[in-house]
């Protein structure tokens, strides 16, 4: 690829030449499920059912419906100590994490129901049960309510299946998942002040950057200094503010750090110099 002089807001610049102070985690989630009482299972029981309900009928009464249960994650595959969380352990505990309340008062990074999911670590031991071989191993679920801009931390018992502690807490802010990059890249395609990055995509590729899909995303947590950016990113710190580095599949890096996204109010800032 030829050597690019440019004269766009942003700039194409080598892998080596950016250090990368960020990196994205990706958590998956499965939200909670129902299943409905099994009316079958035993035909005593089952039958029983279905003999009330057509007495309910013949009495004039409507007949009532079946009850619904939610069920326990399964268990899977289980660590043991200290080892690490294992796959289905980390799935087991997003899903007890995620209440129905959390799901309903919270807000997620695009503005949807439920808090935005950052991360599952496992937890240290309690004080008194350090040196304990038979100690429980217990997870901290990470989430971020963008409604209230708050980071909600969940710590799951991993033997009992219980939500032991709920801590939430403002203005702390953890390292951003891959869907708050990509979100953070959508804003700034769809910004004015994304116009030097695509002015360079398109020079690096010939091509027209319209999506975050396109790009291969790190990012940082960005905090605002006092007079050392505009009044729009004042906040950042408060709210979720990220800086991409952003890179061309298969191609150069560019260069996006003077350009600061706000997640929270969802605007874009330039930083001057």
């Known amino acids: ?68 249960v939610e069920q326990a994650p399964a268990q899977g595959e289980k660590g043991t100590g200290r080892d690490p969380l294992t796959e289905d352990e980390t799935k087991r505990v997003e899903r007890l994490a995620l209440s129905r309340q959390l799901i309903s008062s919270g807000e997620g990074v695009d503005g949807g129901r439920g808090p935005q999911r950052l991360g599952v670590d496992l937890a240290e031991p309690e004080a008194v049960e350090l040196g304990d071989p038979e100690a429980p191993r217990r997870a901290e679920v990470s989430f971020y309510d963008y409604g209230k801009d708050t980071l909600v931390t969940r710590t799951v018992n991993l033997d009992t299946g219980k939500v032991e502690r709920t801590a939430s807490r403002q203005g702390v802010q953890p390292p951003l998942s891959r869907d708050e990059a990509t979100e953070a890249a959508g804003l700034l395609i769809a910004d004015p002040l994304g116009a030097g990055l695509k002015a360079d995509y398109k020079d690096a590729t010939g091509k027209e950057l319209t999506s975050p899909d396109q790009l291969l995303l790190n990012s940082m947590v960005y905090r605002a200094t006092p007079g050392a950016q505009p009044a729009v990113l004042d906040q950042c710190g408060e709210h979720r503010c990220v800086r991409l580095f952003p890179k061309v599949r298969n191609g150069p890096w560019i260069d996006a750090r003077h350009l600061v996204v706000d997640l929270s109010a969802r605007k874009v800032g330039e930083l001057a110099g």
């Open 1 to 68: 690829m030829r050597n690019i002089v440019h004269r766009h807001l942003g700039k194409v610049v080598a892998g080596a030449a950016i250090a990368l102070a960020g990196t994205a985690v990706m958590v998956g989630i499965t939200l909670p499920g129902t299943a409905g009482a099994d009316d079958t299972a035993g035909g005593t029981a089952g039958g029983r059912g279905a003999q009330q309900a057509a007495q309910g009928a013949a009495d004039g009464q409507a007949a009532v419906p079946p009850g619904v």
